[in-house]
């Protein structure tokens, strides 16, 4: 099968059926000659890779309105940045996209540059976002391929081999089908196909215009197809967090280290996340142990915390971390672990 010689299917599809989002053009403007901003066709793309759409839009929105153009973004300072990012979680995402700012702003003059090879060297721009730019944004023959791309094509050629040992099978056959005509578009046609009919559970195969190409359709193996190597379970691992009032209404911060989970944020005090975590209060005082275990889940494992509160007196002295007092810093800016337990705090 030779998807490349059948009439364009899937891009008349994508004419009618494109979703609409924030960041993107729509088939029609694009073909009237309107091209995508690179800024926020970059922004969407590096805030797309750990978070779903839907969670994305509101970011989106926040992020272009604070910061309209790329230079405003390359003079913003770091804290507001990842304050802003806060919710979103994956934190050096925000640390390379200030990066990648100041570096296009000043080496590149303030333009994207379009090339696949030279996106490549820039801080927070992988293999796929390279592609994803290249394509969307400069509309370059340049493979695209996420979760909606792997399962599309899996199921175009029935692959049978598990994800993600089929990845590179699938890859080869994502560039063979990438047209020269309309890249951009094409990458994302297969993108809105995967998200809406070739869906991860009950696929409309009635309804999409790849059916009469469809393998899996054809064998009837479309809600198998792909197969998934099954994932290790994720470890627990367990720890304790302070949350330290002062009598004017301060609180006790901290910032993590630079290397490392959360690297670089503002947080309350924490011991070490560990399978046997011992404590380690910043401050002498009595603590108030609070039964709600705050839970949260990072790439790699489970956590489990358990929330220490004291109040303490002008006096005191933490042996580390700084007192400062709400509106020095914005609890909805921290990281989300420490606003969950900011949460159990307040309601306590
Ligand atoms: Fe997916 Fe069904 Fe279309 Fe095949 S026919 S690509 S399984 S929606």
């Known amino acids: 099968m030779n998807l490349k010689v059948k009439p364009p299917l899937l891009l ?36 797309l890779q750990q978070t779903t759409v839907a969670t994305v839009k509101s ?51 303030g333009k994207f540059p379009s090339d ?37 094509i899996s199921r175009l050629f029935d692959i049978k081999i598990p994800l993600p040992e089929s990845k590179k099978e699938i890859t080869k056959i994502a560039k063979n089908l990438t047209p020269s005509v309309r890249p951009g578009d094409y990458a994302q046609a297969v993108m809105d196909l995967g998200a809406t009919v070739c869906t991860p559970i009950a696929p409309k195969c009635l309804v999409c215009p790849l059916q009469q190409h469809c393998l899996s359709y054809k064998n009837g193996s479309q809600n198998l197809v792909p197969f998934k190597r099954k994932k290790e379970k994720k470890p627990t691992r367990y720890g304790y967090m302070y949350i330290v009032k002062r ?66 007196n002008l006096n005191c002295k933490p042996k580390r971390g700084f007192f400062a007092l709400v509106g020095e810093f914005n609890s909805n800016e921290l990281p989300t672990v420490f606003k969950k337990a900011f949460d159990v705090h307040q309601e306590a």
């Open 12 to 47: 008349n599809w994508y004419d009618t059926n494109a979703r609409e989002m924030p960041w993107r053009i729509s088939p029609s403007d694009r073909i009237a000659g309107v091209t995508p901003n690179p800024y926020h066709v970059w922004l969407s793309e590096i805030m």
């Open 116 to 152: 696949y090879k030279t996106l490549l060297k820039l801080p927070g721009i992988g293999p796929y976002t390279a592609g994803a730019i290249a394509s969307i944004a400069f509309d370059k023959k340049e493979v695209v391929v996420d979760g909606n791309v792997e399962r599309v």
């Open 247 to 312: 009598t004017d209404d301060a609180y006790l911060l901290e910032r993590r280290p630079d290397k490392g989970l959360l690297a670089g944020m503002l947080g309350w005090p924490t011991s070490e996340w560990s399978q046997n975590p011992e404590e380690s209060p910043p401050i002498v005082s009595e603590w108030k142990t609070h039964k709600t275990k705050i839970r949260h889940t990072f790439t790699h494992f489970h956590l489990e915390i358990t929330l220490k509160t004291a109040f303490v």
């Open 59 to 109: 970011y989106f929105i926040k992020f272009i309105s604070k910061w309209p153009t790329l230079e405003k973004l390359a003079q913003a300072d770091e804290g507001e940045v990842t304050g802003a990012w806060a919710g979103l979680g994956y934190y050096a995402r925000a640390r390379n996209l200030l990066k990648c700012a100041k570096i296009i702003s000043s080496d590149y003059g």
